[in-house]
């Protein structure tokens, strides 16, 4: 198993950026892939970005390419998410995932019970 915790959400002006992190334990943070997430209230989990483990692959929802960057730091046992030309659809909770059992991206990536593993969120508002 292991242990997820998002920092780095908040309160920003439409057009401005945030850059939210998730701290890894538990398991070797290099051996796993990694996505984000992102969930309104009452609607379903919807894919943001996917990284590989060993940070050489990723892939991204149309609707934030080219805005967001995900990246990964297996020293430090951290996964980011840098967002840009933020906008107010982009108001959500977000979420970090692991997926214990592989490496690589796999064809289900955009599916969240691909994930076994969560954090508790961190709250993204972004203002007109």
């Known amino acids: 198993q292991v242990q997820l915790r998002e920092s780095g959400g908040g309160l920003v002006q439409a057009g401005g950026s945030l850059r939210l992190s998730c701290a890894a334990s538990?398991?070797?943070?290099?051996?796993?892939?990694m996505a984000w997430f992102r969930q309104a209230p009452g609607k379903e989990r919807e894919f943001v970005a996917a990284i590989s483990a060993s940070g050489s692959r990723t892939r991204y929802a149309d609707s934030v390419k080219g805005r967001f960057t995900i990246s990964r730091d297996n020293v430090k046992n951290t996964l980011y998410l840098q967002m840009n030309s933020l906008k107010p659809g982009d108001t959500f909770v977000y979420y970090c995932a692991a997926t214990l059992t592989r490496g690589y991206i796999s064809e289900t990536y955009q599916s969240p019970p691909s994930y076994d593993s969560w954090g508790q969120g961190t709250q993204v508002t972004v203002s007109s």
């Open positions: 538990g398991r070797t943070f290099s051996t796993y892939a």
